[in-house]
């Protein structure tokens, strides 16, 4: 049972480190005026909730499975995750707003934010290897 949790959690994982791959690829064509503001928050916009879902499955997993650890390492990451979804302003497009992405710097927090991501995701995608093939011996 504990290998099929670390083969899920790599799994999902995995995704997320695409996740964050995107969206620092479509960030910085924004920054460099590949495409506008407009079609850059709608591409991410639209992967927000599927992030969210995932990184918080995994969370509620390893607290149901009882790897205290894991579940401790993440609970910040889909806290913030929550919080972000959940305090989006009226009238905002979503996380990603079009008309405040380039005001107060949002653009390289919203940048510095997916880099941070992407390593916290590397760090768990290597912690899942570790775990996974632990289990998968001591079975």
Same mark, same amino acid.
């Given at each position: 049972?504990?290998?099929?949790? *670390?083969?899920?959690? &790599?799994?999902?994982?995995?995704?997320?480190? !695409?996740?964050? +791959?995107?969206?620092?690829?479509? /960030?910085?064509?924004? @920054?460099?005026?590949?495409?506008?503001?407009?079609?850059?928050?709608? #591409?991410?916009?639209?992967?927000?909730?599927? @992030?969210?879902?995932?990184?918080? +499955? +995994?969370?509620?997993?390893? &607290?149901?499975?009882?790897?205290?650890?894991?579940?401790?390492?993440? /609970?910040? +990451?889909?806290?913030?995750?929550?919080?972000? !979804?959940?305090?989006?302003?009226?009238?905002?497009?979503?996380? *990603?707003?079009?008309?405040?992405?380039?005001?107060?710097?949002?653009?390289?927090?919203?940048?510095?934010?997916?880099?941070? #991501? &992407?390593? !916290?995701?590397?760090?768990?995608?290597?912690?899942?290897?570790?775990?996974?093939? /632990?289990? /998968?011996?001591?079975?």
């Amino acid at each position: 049972m504990e290998a099929v949790v *670390f083969v899920f959690s &790599l799994l999902d994982c995995c995704a997320l480190i !695409f996740l964050s +791959v995107y969206f620092i690829i479509t /960030l910085s064509d924004l @920054e460099c005026d590949y495409i506008n503001a407009r079609s850059c928050c709608s #591409k991410l916009n639209k992967w927000i909730i599927p @992030e969210l879902i995932g990184h918080t +499955v +995994v969370t509620l997993l390893m &607290l149901v499975s009882l790897h205290w650890f894991i579940f401790l390492l993440n /609970l910040p +990451v889909a806290t913030w995750n929550i919080y972000r !979804f959940i305090m989006v302003p009226s009238g905002n497009m979503g996380v *990603f707003d079009p008309t405040e992405i380039h005001n107060r710097g949002q653009l390289k927090s919203h940048m510095k934010e997916a880099m941070i #991501k &992407l390593g !916290f995701h590397l760090l768990c995608f290597f912690m899942y290897l570790y775990s996974m093939i /632990l289990a /998968l011996i001591n079975d």
